[in-house]
Structure formats: C-alpha cells, structure tokens
C-alpha cells in the first residue's frame, strides 16, 4: 500500500472516531441536515388589495372596484388605460374578458346609470412590445399623424415624421396614439353614416369605449363561426357590401374585412376592426389592400353557397370610386390574378 493510501485510511479509520466526539462540525452535521428551513408566513394578499396597490401606482381612484380579475401584467395598464371612461362617468365596472387579439383586448363593461346602455365594450390596445402587428407602414402610408383630440399634426411635423421613423420613445407614442385615432375617427364617421358598425362613445390614450354587441352579457360571435343558410348569407353579403362601398364614399378602405371581423347576432352583422383603414387616394397599396378584403369576404360566402364574382365587385366598386379607366383596370386584374389566382384568376 502506498503513502497516499495509508494516509487516507489514517483519515478514515482512527481520527473518524475522534472527529465523532470531539469535532462539534462532524457532530452536527446530521443534525443539521435532518433540521428543516422554517418558512417565513406572509399573509396571502387578496385580488383586491393587488388591484388597489396597482390602482395606487397608475394614481386611479380606489372608490372604483371592478368584478373582473385581470392577471398582475395585465392590470396595470388595464387600469391605467380605463381610467379616463371612470372619471367622466362612463362606465362603473368592468366584468369580463370579452376577446384577446394581436392588437388589443376587448372588455365587456358596466354602462354608467347616466348611460343609455346597459353595457359596453372597452377596447384595450395592448403594450407596443406584445402587439402581433410588425408590418403596420404598409397602412400608414397616406395618413396624417393625428394628436389624442383627433387634430392633424402640422407644427413640427418633420421633427415628429423624423422621430416616428427613428423608432424613438416620443415618436412611439405619437405613431400609437395616431393609431387608435384613426379607428376611432373612422368609427365615428361610419356610424353617423349609417354604417353597421358599433357606436364610439370616447377614446382614451390607450382605450376607444364603444356600444357592447351581444345579448344578456353574451358577447356576439364571429360570422366566421357561424354556418348561415344560402338566402340569408346573400342578404349579408349585400349588406356587407353596402358597408364597403359606404366606406370607400368616405374614402376608407378597411385593410382587415374577413368573416373573423364581422360579428354576427339575431340575423344582423356588425363589422369591427379599424385601425388599418387606408384612404384609397393616399396609399399606393390601396386596390391590393381593397382587393384582399373583397377576396376574404367572397372566401366565406362562396363556402356558405352564395355565387360572388370578387374581380367583378372589386373592378365596379374601383371603378366607381376612384374613376380608373379600364386599361388601368385591365392592368390591375393581371397583377392581382398572380396574388390571388384562386379568386381573380378564373381558375
């Protein structure tokens, strides 16, 4: 046996016992393990006093209690973005999650007893980091920047185009604020129109509050969850299309018209969903744009038996709003036959 071996058997035969008795390490040891961490008791913080400790923090009332739990990253900015329709006593409670989307969250809302609703809707546009919309130029282009009153921008306006192009914190929120006006504007303009859209009622830095579509607290559903029989879907499809056509007359084009954008409910529809609306004038992308929304809504009624020409509605509503002549229309129909052959190429 070499050193380095009688050394550790010296280590672990006669002084073990020693160590035993007189190390008072060694003699802990087991102890020590077998001895369990006593757990620190903190009293379990309630929902509400998260919420008010929230409230506190964004400077929101607490006289204002809402029955919906919104999750801890959710409610700062649920609360801070609500804020405004509390105050001016628009709504008095929020109870539900009605739908989570790329751009923003919808919330089912008590009306104020001043109200001539019972409820509303509270459309909450989500943080700039967790939107899903990345390629929002595309619809920009044509639009004037507008202020939170609705106003155009033309002081600075190159030191704001600069700053929204640098990607800067102020120019951020400015692109974001514009954003929101430009649905709501185009809310607002619909509905006195006639248009079946839901009533705006305000928009807030962060927030458009609207009129509630459903039945009982029920949110309405998607037409494209619904399976209509052939002579209803072609009186929605006219009604659909009377929509469009009011909103080309008002020089909008919506950008996002599907099936997954109209509500249906009790036989009638309500189209929602404006923030990327293009003016057919200003945007170079605009008969692709418009085409998209014909070739989305021609989509679902072909599937519920409906027989739609999408070139034919799209050259007749381009044609009659915008004054194109056929050449340029001719034109169109060829590009457009590459993108969506399945709807503008005849086969």
């Known amino acids: 046996m070499d050193t380095n071996q009688n050394l550790q058997c010296l280590d672990d035969e006669p002084y073990a016992e020693y160590e035993a008795l007189f190390d008072p390490i060694y003699s802990d040891r087991r102890a020590r393990r077998r001895r369990v961490p006593k757990p620190i008791h903190k009293p379990k913080i309630t929902d509400q006093q998260i919420l008010e400790d929230i ?14 739990r919104p999750s801890k990253h959710e409610a700062g900015w649920l609360l801070s973005s609500l804020s405004p329709f509390f105050e001016q006593s628009l709504i008095s409670d929020v109870l539900s999650l009605v739908k989570g ?3 923003a969250s919808v919330y089912c809302c008590v009306a104020h007893p001043t109200m001539q609703e019972e409820w509303l809707a509270a459309k909450v546009y989500r943080p700039k980091k967790f939107r899903g919309l990345t390629n929002d130029k595309v619809y920009r282009e ?8 609705g106003h155009i921008v033309h002081e600075n306006k190159d030191r704001v185009v600069r700053a929204i192009g640098k990607k800067t914190a102020f120019g951020q929120e ?17 509905y006195q129109a006639g248009g079946n859209v839901p009533k705006p009622y305000l928009a807030g830095s962060n927030a458009i509050l609207m009129s509630f579509v459903g039945f009982d607290l029920v949110a309405a559903p ?7 029989g052939k002579t209803e879907a072609e009186s929605l499809l006219e009604v659909v299309l ?19 954008n109209i509500l249906y409910m009790q036989g009638k529809i309500t189209i ?15 008969p692709a744009i418009l085409a998209r929304d014909i070739q989305r809504i021609c989509e679902y009624f072909l ?15 381009w044609q009659r709003y915008l004054h194109v002549p056929d050449h340029i229309l001719r034109a169109d129909e060829s590009r457009l036959a590459q993108y969506y052959p399945e709807i503008f190429g005849g086969g």
């Open 55 to 68: 409230a506190d923090e964004v400077g929101w009332d607490n006289q204002f209690q809402i029955s919906y």
């Open 101 to 103: 989307g790329k751009e």
């Open 142 to 149: 044509g639009r004037d920047i507008l202020t939170a009153d």
């Open 174 to 190: 400015v692109s974001h604020t514009s954003w929101l006006m430009h649905e709501y504007l185009a809310l607002e303009k619909l």
């Open 222 to 228: 998607i037409l494209n969850t619904i399976r209509l």
């Open 242 to 260: 009377k929509n469009v056509d009011l909103m080309l007359q008002h020089d909008l084009i919506h950008a996002d018209l599907s099936a997954y």
């Open 272 to 286: 929602i969903d404006f923030p990327q609306v293009v003016d057919p004038h200003r945007n170079r992308n605009a």
């Open 303 to 317: 599937a519920q038996g409906v027989d739609c020409d999408a070139m034919m509605i799209y050259k007749d509503l």
